[in-house]
């Protein structure tokens, strides 16, 4: 049998087809962008997401001429979809979703914070409040517009609004109902009665069904099945939010095996039994074991984000190249890097381009250059810009150290910046992590395979997906470049704290 996993990214949704060994068959993406009508905002229509995953879906049974009968189902991981996607009765989407990136319920907030003792949040929920949270989107929403809260039926994750088009049924997974934050009870796996009336959010907004991502929400029907060359009643499995899958897909199921998932932000994370939560980082259900595991996470906003607007914005030249001759712009911004010694001669750079998630959790937080001379080229600031994101991985793994956590030496990357050599050393550089790659593309795609032959009974236990995953060599730390690196990682921290009063009058 072969197994079909689906992620909706931020920027893109990416479609694979493995066999029972975790080959990766076929795979196809179908890129988007995000509409952001103002500074902080970032919103998106899920039809977007519907029709990248009918076409992703589409294209991989077309190129890999597998017959329908034998595909065992079709799991669906997303990112984080913030608020989720007001809804009618008839499912009709009332306006775009505010997703994980928009940080406009700033004054919620505030009020949050104000208002709710930090004890009781955390307690119930083992998160505080921030404008990334979606309990804050739910709160912005119906302070501000009033009329699409009250014709709101139910907020709906992306990857779930998906999964109803297909299916016909409304449900959300642990992972994906955990991340809501503030109204989700991380101790008795279900919503807050309690919150959801100091917070004012209607419970009977929130989908009553929640699932374990490797449980089968239903099946396809026929107008979907024969639009994208599937069997009619293909089961549809639940999924989750797409960091933990992408951890599940380097292998990891066990407490002390860490994975940083790298692609328009940052989601490094570890599992446990839930003694290590803090306020400090994101804790929600895992995806596998979700009843008895929890997923404790730290957040970079923008990290492949800026280095995607740097490309864009500053690199035409090299993009013109690209078209010419095929090698990614990417590629070659970062081969003009490669002698560019640590620190970059001189700069640092605060990766909040769209505010800053953990560990800082700050909405007003801006992006920042510092060090500038007539000396240094783009190259230099291009680099600074990688190392920014490791400083910001560095910033959350150091969160999570304080807790006691235990964490392994080596950390799995995964996402794009794996296939970079040279950002690959820079993290191993500047956490002091050995840095561990899967030999094949390992991310939420592939997790969500995995769940389907959970969800269908292929495989019988988590660990399992471990006899998936081979490895490179480890990428281990360059001992004179983390010397330097810990010290320019003194000053990045430093320089948010000098610069903070500043970014909030900007």
């Given at each position: 049998?072969?197994?079909?996993?689906?992620?909706?990214?931020?920027?893109?949704?990416?479609?694979?087809?493995?066999?029972?060994?975790?080959?990766?068959?076929?795979?196809?993406?179908?890129?988007?962008?995000?509409?952001?009508?103002?500074?902080?905002?970032?919103?998106?229509?899920?039809?977007?997401?519907?029709?990248?995953?009918?076409?992703?879906?589409?294209?991989?049974?077309?190129?890999?001429?597998?017959?329908?009968?034998?595909?065992?189902?079709?799991?669906?991981?997303?990112?984080?979809?913030?608020?989720?996607?007001?809804?009618?009765?008839?499912?009709?989407?009332?306006?775009?979703?505010?997703?994980?990136?928009?940080?406009?319920?700033?004054?919620?907030?505030?009020?949050?914070?104000?208002?709710?003792?930090?004890?009781?949040?955390?307690?119930?929920?083992?998160?505080?409040?921030?404008?990334?949270?979606?309990?804050?989107?739910?709160?912005?929403?119906?302070?501000?517009?009033?009329?699409?809260?009250?014709?709101?039926?139910?907020?709906?994750?992306?990857?779930?609004?998906?999964?109803?088009?297909?299916?016909?049924?409304?449900?959300?997974?642990?992972?994906?109902?955990?991340?809501?934050?503030?109204?989700?009870?991380?101790?008795?796996?279900?919503?807050?009665?309690?919150?959801?009336?100091?917070?004012?959010?209607?419970?009977?907004?929130?989908?009553?069904?929640?699932?374990?991502?490797?449980?089968?929400?239903?099946?396809?029907?026929?107008?979907?099945?024969?639009?994208?060359?599937?069997?009619?009643?293909?089961?549809?499995?639940?999924?989750?939010?797409?960091?933990?899958?992408?951890?599940?897909?380097?292998?990891?199921?066990?407490?002390?095996?860490?994975?940083?998932?790298?692609?328009?932000?940052?989601?490094?994370?570890?599992?446990?039994?839930?003694?290590y939560l803090t306020p400090e980082l994101v804790s929600y259900?895992?995806?596998?074991?979700?009843?008895?595991?929890?997923?404790?996470?730290?957040?970079?906003?923008?990290?492949?984000?800026?280095?995607?607007?740097?490309?864009?914005?500053?690199?035409?030249?090299?993009?013109?190249?690209?078209?010419?001759?095929?090698?990614?712009?990417?590629?070659?911004?970062?081969?003009?890097?490669?002698?560019?010694?640590?620190?970059?001669?001189?700069?640092?750079?605060?990766?909040?381009?769209?505010?800053?998630?953990?560990?800082i959790w700050d909405s007003h937080a801006k992006g920042t250059?510092?060090?500038?001379?007539?000396?240094?080229?783009?190259?230099?600031?291009?680099?600074?810009?990688?190392?920014?994101?490791?400083?910001?991985?560095?910033?959350?793994?150091?969160?999570?150290?304080?807790?006691?956590?235990?964490?392994?030496?080596?950390?799995?990357?995964?996402?794009?910046?794996?296939?970079?050599?040279?950002?690959?050393?820079?993290?191993?550089?500047?956490?002091?992590?050995?840095?561990?790659?899967?030999?094949?593309?390992?991310?939420?795609?592939?997790?969500?395979?995995?769940?389907?032959?959970?969800?269908?009974?292929?495989?019988?236990?988590?660990?399992?997906?471990?006899?998936?995953?081979?490895?490179?060599?480890?990428?281990?730390?360059?001992?004179?470049?983390?010397?330097?690196?810990?010290?320019?990682?003194?000053?990045?921290?430093?320089?948010?704290?000098?610069?903070?009063?500043?970014?909030?009058?900007?």
């Amino acid at each position: 049998m072969y197994l079909i996993g689906i992620d909706i990214g931020t920027q893109s949704t990416k479609a694979v087809i493995t066999d029972e060994n975790g080959v990766v068959i076929v795979e196809s993406l179908k890129e988007y962008s995000v509409l952001t009508p103002q500074p902080n905002w970032a919103e998106q229509w899920p039809d977007v997401w519907f029709n990248a995953v009918i076409d992703t879906l589409k294209k991989v049974l077309e190129k890999s001429q597998i017959l329908p009968k034998d595909i065992a189902g079709v799991a669906i991981s997303g990112l984080y979809g913030g608020s989720g996607i007001p809804v009618d009765k008839e499912f009709k989407p009332l306006r775009p979703c505010l997703i994980w990136m928009d940080r406009r319920a700033t004054n919620e907030t505030d009020w949050v914070k104000k208002n709710v003792p930090k004890e009781t949040i955390f307690g119930i929920t083992g998160n505080y409040v921030d404008s990334y949270f979606g309990f804050t989107k739910m709160m912005w929403l119906k302070n501000n517009e009033s009329d699409i809260w009250e014709k709101t039926y139910k907020f709906v994750t992306p990857k779930d609004y998906v999964i109803y088009k297909l299916t016909g049924v409304n449900a959300i997974d642990y992972s994906s109902a955990g991340n809501i934050g503030g109204i989700f009870d991380i101790h008795k796996k279900y919503w807050s009665k309690e919150m959801c009336k100091i917070l004012g959010i209607d419970i009977d907004k929130l989908p009553e069904n929640i699932v374990k991502s490797s449980d089968i929400v239903g099946k396809i029907s026929r107008k979907y099945a024969q639009e994208t060359g599937l069997l009619e009643g293909t089961p549809i499995i639940a999924g989750g939010i797409d960091a933990p899958v992408a951890q599940l897909s380097a292998g990891s199921v066990f407490e002390g095996e860490h994975v940083a998932m790298i692609g328009t932000s940052t989601c490094w994370g570890n599992i446990h039994d839930g003694k290590y939560l803090t306020p400090e980082l994101v804790s929600y259900p895992y995806v596998v074991d979700d009843l008895e595991k929890i997923y404790t996470f730290g957040g970079g906003a923008t990290s492949g984000a800026i280095v995607r607007w740097f490309r864009d914005e500053f690199g035409s030249y090299e993009k013109e190249i690209e078209d010419k001759t095929g090698i990614s712009a990417y590629t070659l911004l970062e081969l003009q890097v490669k002698d560019i010694p640590a620190s970059s001669e001189g700069l640092i750079v605060l990766p909040y381009f769209m505010g800053e998630r953990s560990p800082i959790w700050d909405s007003h937080a801006k992006g920042t250059i510092v060090g500038l001379s007539l000396y240094h080229k783009k190259k230099h600031i291009y680099k600074a810009f990688m190392e920014a994101v490791a400083y910001s991985l560095r910033h959350n793994i150091e969160e999570a150290e304080k807790t006691g956590m235990k964490l392994n030496d080596e950390c799995y990357l995964v996402g794009g910046v794996a296939k970079s050599d040279i950002w690959t050393q820079i993290f191993a550089d500047v956490t002091g992590y050995n840095m561990k790659r899967a030999k094949q593309s390992v991310e939420a795609p592939l997790g969500d395979a995995f769940l389907v032959g959970l969800a269908t009974k292929i495989f019988e236990k988590p660990e399992s997906i471990k006899k998936w995953v081979q490895f490179k060599e480890d990428v281990l730390p360059n001992s004179s470049n983390k010397q330097i690196y810990d010290k320019y990682f003194n000053i990045y921290k430093q320089l948010y704290k000098s610069t903070k009063e500043i970014m909030e009058q900007l």
